[in-house]
């Protein structure tokens, strides 16, 4: 059964980034198939795709926070990781990392729904 | 951005009803749509996918139609563990994008 657990600082400091990381257990990361995606849902709100990344390498943001999000892979560790710089109190959220089955193409963008989930992880951003 | 209209955004319905959610595209998304239903302090669960396909392991009582850019999703009788917030995506653009989310409570 394929498991993903987020990990990471549940308080940030203003100005600073947000790092987390999402450890895959029973399959491999490097499955041709899957991308692998963040989304965060503030409290009490609705849910917002930040982006995604495939084993390759290859990197997908929204654009609503592409200055400011990068996402990496470390195949060896079958782990993805999130960095999210400049934060505010807007990025106060639950953090999720999730598989996402590649099922089309919006130019040449993958899409894809999300089959598995982390459990999530709050992540603050107070002084 | 496609935007996703759900509604209505809460209901309440007793146990064995129908309950019917719908989600409207701001534009053409074909059948890519999904559906998931979140329990409170917990992570989304997949329900359906490419808007009417349910996934493992989901009770039959859960539906959904539609293409283009209207959708339904339906509980055909309402159960007590049913309890959640329900949101629908579309993945036929990037960026990806939800719903607002339906409460769904038992009356």
């Known amino acids: 059964q394929l498991q993903l657990q987020e990990s990471g600082p549940g308080l940030v400091k203003p100005s600073e980034t947000l790092s987390l990381i999402c450890t895959v257990s029973?399959?491999?990361?490097?499955?041709?198939?899957?991308?692998w995606g963040w989304i965060r849902q503030p409290p009490g709100k609705g849910l917002e795709w930040i982006g995604s990344?495939?084993?390759?390498?290859?990197?997908y943001y929204n654009p609503s926070l592409n200055s400011r999000v990068t996402i990496s892979v470390d195949t060896s560790k079958n782990l993805f990781s999130l960095k999210l710089s400049s934060v505010t109190a807007a990025d106060t959220a639950v953090y999720y990392c999730?598989?996402?089955?590649?099922?089309?193409?919006?130019?040449?963008?993958?899409?894809?729904?999300?089959?598995?989930w982390g459990q999530g992880t709050l992540v603050t951003v107070s002084s | 951005d496609i935007q996703m209209t759900q509604s209505p955004s809460s209901l309440s319905a007793s146990v064995g009803d129908r309950v019917t959610i719908t989600c409207q595209a701001s534009?053409?998304?074909?059948?890519?749509l999904s559906w998931y239903q979140q329990k409170p302090g917990k992570a989304p669960e997949l329900l359906i996918y490419?808007?009417?396909n349910l996934e493992r392991g989901v009770p039959s009582r859960f539906r959904g139609s539609g293409s283009g850019t209207d959708f339904t999703f339906t509980i055909s009788s309402l159960q007590p563990e049913d309890i959640a917030t329900y949101f629908c995506?579309?993945?036929?653009?990037?960026?990806?994008?939800f719903g607002g989310g339906t409460k769904v409570e038992i009356k």
């Open positions: 999730a598989r996402g089955p590649l099922r089309g193409y919006s130019g040449y963008d993958p899409t894809y729904y999300f089959d598995y």
């Open positions: 995506q579309q993945y036929d653009n990037v960026p990806l994008t």
């Open positions: 534009q053409d998304i074909r059948s890519y």
């Open positions: 029973g399959g491999s990361i490097s499955s041709s198939t899957y991308y």
């Open positions: 490419d808007a009417s």
């Open positions: 990344i495939y084993y390759s390498g290859s990197t």
